[in-house]
Nanobody
Framework: QVQLVESGGGLVQGGGSLRLSCAAS????????MGWYRQAPGKQRELVAM???????NYADSVKGRFTISRDNAKNTVYLQMNSLKPEDTAVYYC?????????????WGKGTLVTVSS
């Protein structure tokens, strides 16, 4: 079993910063991809950022230059530093773990943490 526990969400004024954390526990394969997705009210869940075990990252265009994803492989933890937050960043943020396991990949989700950005 795999558990993902997110923390760090909350209410912040526009222009402010927040840092999200997600700790994974359980059966974690050494090669994986961790990331953050978000879902705003009435919208589909979308990718925010992802990072592989070896370090390459990918960001949504809407957050490039403002958000930074990082990870601590020893702690199986991924972070999302969010700067210059905008009201449109308001959403529930979900941690995602994609494991390149054999014979088939496995994907896990956290329960989500709410980020609210006021104007």
């Amino acid at each position: 079993q795999v558990q993902l526990v997110e923390s760090g969400g909350g209410l912040v004024q526009g222009g402010g910063s927040l840092r999200l954390s997600c700790a994974a526990s359980g059966s974690i394969f050494s090669i994986n991809r961790m990331g953050w997705y978000r879902q705003a009210p009435g919208k589909q869940r979308e990718l925010v950022a992802m990072i592989t075990t070896s370090g390459p990252t990918n960001y949504a265009d809407s957050v490039k230059g403002r958000f930074t994803i990082s990870r601590d492989n020893a702690k199986n933890t991924v972070y999302l530093q969010m700067n210059s937050l905008k009201p449109e960043d308001t959403a529930v943020y979900y941690c995602n773990l994609y494991q390149y396991s054999y014979p088939s990949p496995m994907e896990h989700w956290g329960k989500g943490t709410l980020v609210t950005v006021s104007s």
